[in-house]
């Protein structure tokens, strides 16, 4: 099995930006089911649905994610990566660091951690 450390930028990039464009996407949306589709399972286990919905509900920031985010750089580590993007709330115009962690179960590439800082 690859691990994706040894992916290239390039092709770690061809995964993960999709992924966060859904992820502002459907957080925007408040949609659940769509949000978590790439989640790894321990990810889909500690997003418990209705703990997201009252994020999501509570959130401006959740539902305020402008579809403008730009990519500042990979972070290699063990079996994972971590992608960090720079978010905008399309509300207040305030900028936040964004973090995917991508990695391997059952040979494709799924979530493993998203969070805004």
């Given at each position: ?5 040894e992916m290239t930028d390039e092709d770690i990039l061809a995964l993960?930006?999709p992924m966060w464009a859904d992820l502002v996407k459907y957080s ?90």
């Amino acid at each position: 099995m690859m691990n994706i450390i040894e992916m290239t930028d390039e092709d770690i990039l061809a995964l993960a930006n999709p992924m966060w464009a859904d992820l502002v996407k459907y957080s925007n949306e408040k949609n659940y089911g769509a949000f978590t589709r790439n989640f790894s399972t321990p990810m889909k286990l500690g997003a418990n649905e209705i703990e997201m919905g009252k994020q999501f509900a509570r959130s401006d920031l959740a539902k305020n994610l402008s579809a403008d985010y730009k990519y500042l750089g990979i972070i290699r580590r063990g079996e994972y990566v971590t992608v960090l993007y720079k978010q905008t709330n399309s509300k207040d115009k305030s900028e936040w660091l964004g973090r995917l962690v991508l990695g391997y179960e059952k040979d494709k590439v799924k979530i493993f951690g998203a969070t805004l800082f």
